[in-house]
């Protein structure tokens, strides 16, 4: 649902008048009185913007805006505010929502700003927030990470990932890649276990994250919802915007007791609408889908899961939301989940952003739905991390070096052995 402007008494007390508007297809003209009530019956309150007492020569003989002024206006620099006569303030107006596709074609409405977002929570109140969390199976945070921080994190990921020319373990593969960066300068193929990044190359950046991740605000958000402290078992940075597919966590990690575990997306700038979004369906928690094994392994069958994925959003027509997170927000959903990322259609904006996934600290760790895989675990700062193939193991930076040697023949044996285990 979204929340509906109502206006301020101080708004409905502004005299009528003369009052130029523009439109955001920047048609110009005036408009008086009862023709602005009019007007804005067709419209809504975001949709329009006011300018108060246009310069003189702001508007030619035509009632049209010069281009200075229309340049001004579009790029914010006019006095420009979303203020009505009276007439046009009575009841509520809805805001105009972002309009992109969903992952199975569907036209969707998104919010451009905070204002326009449904439910959400600051650290005040995370009783309630646990509540939404379990009756939707996602919840919007404000405010978990220090503003500075999320701007350090970002300096850091520029300074080391974006120069460095070797192999990363990357997050869509699992595999080690060098950078693929777009025409923008972003990296494209988001990273997968900060924590387990070498300390040579990599130690801002890392430090920065394991920061962020054992942070006061991530430890009770982590020990409201589990009732015990949790520990951490994956992590990744995006960038660039990959795409994400629709799925459930739970098909490929979990606590031992499916759907237990959760998961934090970070936003470390403010996240614009059209720079690939993420995105959740709302009590799609409830929904038991086919277990990753036989016709639908992740080895050799991942392509007939993403497929049944948006099978089931299509045919029960599902809701996609995707908030609009402010630097420093935090969305955490369940392991059940469906979640991904929308497509692009504003590359010039990044999506910078961390993710962290949890369990109980008491649970055991489960990898693809079959195999009870035991945990490199390190503590930072008072919580428990798995380090998988850390950097900062001579085993681990002689597997990296087989890997990228022979990627195919590691890869295909790396599908064989995963195919054993979840037959």
Same mark, same amino acid.
Request: hydrophobic letters at 35%.
């Given at each position: 649902? &979204?929340?509906?402007?109502? =206006?301020?008494? =101080? ?8 009052? #130029? ?5 920047h048609e110009f003209g005036t408009s008086v009185g009862k023709n602005t009530a009019k007007l804005l019956k067709r419209t809504t309150l975001n949709s329009w913007r006011q300018v108060d007492s246009p ?34 303030? =009575? ?23 905070? #204002?326009?977002?449904? &439910? ?5 109140? @995370?009783?309630?927030?646990? +509540? ?5 199976? $996602? ?14 994190? +970002? ?12 192999? *990363? ?33 990599? =130690?801002? @950046? ?18 409201? *919802? ?5 520990? @951490?078992?994956?992590?990744? $940075? ?48 409830? *929904? ?16 007939? $899961? ?18 609009? @997170? ?5 969305? *955490? ?9 929308? +497509? ?10 961390? &993710? ?68």
């Amino acid at each position: 649902m &979204t929340e509906e402007y109502r =206006a301020t008494d =101080a708004e409905l007390e502004r005299p009528l008048g003369k009052v #130029a508007f523009i439109d955001p297809d920047h048609e110009f003209g005036t408009s008086v009185g009862k023709n602005t009530a009019k007007l804005l019956k067709r419209t809504t309150l975001n949709s329009w913007r006011q300018v108060d007492s246009p310069p003189n020569g702001a508007m030619n003989k035509s009632n049209k805006f010069s281009d200075e002024v229309r340049e001004r206006a579009v790029r914010g620099q006019a006095n420009v505010f979303p203020t009505f006569p009276p007439a046009a303030l =009575a009841g509520t107006l809805r805001p105009i929502m972002y309009k992109i596709l969903s992952p199975i074609g569907t036209e969707i409405e998104i919010p451009e700003n905070a #204002a326009q977002n449904s &439910t959400t929570f600051d650290l005040t109140d @995370l009783p309630a927030a646990k +509540r939404y969390y379990e009756e939707n199976g $996602y919840v919007v945070v404000r405010g978990v990470v220090d503003q500075a921080l999320c701007d350090s994190i +970002r300096s850091a990921f520029e300074k080391t990932v974006k120069p460095y020319p070797g192999y *990363i373990y990357r997050q869509a593969t699992a595999n080690p890649e060098k950078n693929r960066i777009n025409e923008y300068g972003f990296v494209m193929n988001s990273l997968l276990n900060l924590q387990s990044l070498n300390d040579v190359e990599f =130690a801002p @950046l890392k430090k920065l994250a394991i920061k962020t991740f054992s942070s006061t605000p991530v430890k009770d958000i982590t020990r409201e *919802i589990f009732a015990e402290d949790g520990k @951490l078992v994956q992590s990744m $940075y995006f960038e660039g915007n990959s795409e994400t597919w629709p799925h459930q966590d739970t098909y490929y990690l979990d606590s031992e007791r499916i759907g237990t575990m959760l998961a934090c997306w970070y936003a470390l700038e403010d996240i614009d609408a059209g720079a690939g979004r993420f995105f959740v369906v709302p009590r799609s928690h409830r *929904i038991d889908m086919v277990k990753n094994g036989k016709n639908f392994d992740v080895a050799f069958n991942h392509g007939q $899961y993403k497929e049944l994925v948006k099978k089931i959003l299509s045919e029960q027509q599902l809701e996609f939301r995707a908030p609009f @997170l402010q630097k420093g927000d935090v969305l *955490i959903w369940n392991a059940k989940t469906i979640h991904g990322s929308l +497509r692009t259609t504003r590359p010039q904006f990044s999506r910078s952003s961390l &993710t962290s996934h949890f369990i109980p600290a008491s649970h055991r760790f489960l990898q693809f739905q079959s195999k009870i895989k035991p945990l490199n675990l390190r503590e930072f700062d008072g919580m428990l991390f798995h380090c998988p193939k850390d950097m900062e193991r001579l085993s681990s930076r002689v597997v990296l070096g087989i890997e990228t040697t022979f990627p195919k023949t590691f890869q295909m044996a790396k599908k064989l052995a995963i195919k054993a285990v979840v037959k």
